[in-house]
């Protein structure tokens, strides 16, 4: 196994370049997830903004190199890898264990003098909202049941053992990162929060993302969409439209 890549190109994909954009959005992945996950949010943005999705290390064409199983490790790295980027104006979208890695990450771009447009944050209770979950110390069968309970659209891959074999480690380190993350209590970010959710999502209930609101010391405002943890997948259009609202108004 080869060590982690500072390549800057392995880590920040731009499927449909925006040279001529105002503002950069960089896009970070669920757990499990890929900077392909956003080729349609890139598509749909582009040329007025620049979306940079981001590839985490163990998975597709950087599965050979070992996973981050800490959040606080990848917001180092992913914070790192962004900062040549923001030059232009940067915005952060994150769903699930990405919303939190957001959060980090604004933090961490903060303590370099930079201070995010604004921070979208999707599927994610508020950092400060704890569960105790352990599903990445359950066996392989439930562990994969769980995944799928979630209705991820890429989740019908786990049924070919060959996929399975090679996207269960950077599956296993990143609900390890997810889970064993703690917030430590600190100065709230400066960037407006915009806040989204469906309203059946067994991972973060309405008001466990409302608290996202006290992360902030700008405005903060959370939508509410029909559907679970992936009602990105039946209302990617709308939540486009409000990303696009905010970063081109």
């Known amino acids: 196994m080869t060590g982690t890549s500072h390549d800057p190109q392995l880590w920040v994909r731009r499927f449909h370049p925006a ?13 499990g997830g890929s900077a392909s996950y956003y080729f349609p949010v890139s598509r749909a943005l582009s040329p007025k903004v620049g979306v940079l999705a981001v590839q985490y290390p163990g998975r597709q064409d950087r599965r050979r190199e070992p996973s981050m199983s800490s959040i606080a490790e990848l917001a180092d790295a992913v914070a790192a890898q962004l900062l040549p980027w923001a030059e232009k104006p940067l915005a952060i979208f994150g769903h699930s264990m990405g919303a939190t890695l957001g959060f980090e990450v604004a933090l961490r771009l903060e303590q370099e003098g930079i201070k995010p447009l604004a921070l979208f944050v999707s599927g994610r209770r508020a950092p400060s909202r704890h569960r105790d979950e352990r599903y990445h110390l359950l066996d392989d069968t439930k562990f994969i049941a769980e995944i799928k309970s979630l209705g991820a ?3 019908n891959l ?14 296993r380190s990143d609900y390890r990162a997810a889970e064993t993350y703690r ?4 100065p709230p970010v400066n960037s407006p929060i915009y806040a989204m959710v469906g309203d059946s999502d067994p991972k973060a209930t309405v008001d466990e993302v409302r608290s996202w609101g006290e992360h902030t010391t700008a405005s903060f405002d959370m939508r509410t969409y029909p559907g679970g943890h992936f009602y990105l997948n039946q209302h990617a259009p709308s939540v ?8 081109t108004r």
């Open 158 to 171: 786990l049924d070919d053992p060959e996929v399975l074999q090679s996207v269960l480690p950077a599956l």
């Open 19 to 31: 040279p001529d954009a105002e503002v950069n959005l960089a896009c970070l992945p669920h757990a």
């Open 153 to 155: 659209a890429e989740s």
């Open 183 to 186: 917030y430590q209590p600190g």
């Open 240 to 247: 486009i439209d409000v990303i696009a609202e905010v970063l």
